[in-house]
């Protein structure tokens, strides 16, 4: 069964043209991240958000904004997508007790036109 | 400001080769490190190491943790092409963020 589950998992947008990726999670953990990671690179943490705090890296760029309506769903909003934009989006989730792990989704690729 | 560091970035190796990927860290408030491998797709979770010295093992892969001189190891025992893959390795704080290092892409020939 899916645990962490990403939409869509393809997702075409244009120069400048607002997209938004959805993440949701049956596992009911407290922490969700948002990763960027681009062509053989490490995933970047963007911001991740602990129950409802939002912790934002300070080198995320203003143009990426997130939202957690509630425990399972994580979104994150791209203003004005640029090329440098396109990338594998990662939704990872992580208990704040019990094991240290890390929960990804598949992962949503985002191509910039 | 938090860092991770992999060695080798890359690596070939023929099938039945024992493979020593390398992992050193600098984290605030450091917690656990942790162990990925990834294929085409998401990262999948292998290891997490809390407490030096302590050998974790899994199948033909094992794991350690110098908390003093903040590295860590992954061996990977005769290796198979499926092992074939980028090994990331995670910091995690006290604070719940995860510093990824750059990986090691991990090529298995036959």
């Known amino acids: 069964d899916a645990m962490v589950i990403q939409n869509p998992r393809y997702q075409v947008t244009q120069f400048g043209k607002p997209v938004t990726l959805s993440c949701s999670q049956t596992l009911n953990h407290n922490v969700m991240y948002w990763y960027q990671q681009k062509s053989s690179q490490a995933p970047k943490l963007l911001f991740h958000?602990?129950?409802?705090?939002?912790?934002n890296e300070a080198d995320t760029p203003d143009n990426f904004q997130s939202r957690r309506p509630n425990t399972s769903f994580c979104f994150l909003d791209i203003r004005s997508p640029g090329l440098g934009d396109a990338a594998m989006y990662l939704c990872?989730?992580?208990?704040?007790?019990?094991?240290?792990?890390?929960?990804f989704g598949p992962g949503t690729r985002l191509t910039v036109l | 400001e938090d860092k991770v560091v992999q060695s080798p970035l890359s690596l070939v190796v023929h099938e039945g080769d024992t493979v020593t990927l390398n992992c050193s860290y600098e984290?605030?408030?450091?917690?656990?490190l942790l162990w990925y491998k990834q294929e085409k797709k998401a990262p999948t979770f292998l290891f997490m190491l809390?407490?030096?010295?302590i050998e974790k093992k899994s199948g033909r892969l094992s794991s350690i943790l110098d908390k003093k001189e903040l590295f860590s190891i992954l061996n990977i025992t005769a290796t198979q092409t499926g092992d074939s893959a980028v090994y990331l390795c995670a910091g995690l704080n006290y604070g719940q963020n995860f510093v990824f290092g750059p990986g090691t892409r991990l090529s298995v020939l036959p």
């Open positions: 984290v605030t408030n450091f917690r656990s």
């Open positions: 809390t407490s030096s010295g």
């Open positions: 958000y602990y129950d409802k705090d939002f912790n």
């Open positions: 990872a989730t992580s208990p704040t007790s019990g094991p240290d792990t890390q929960y």
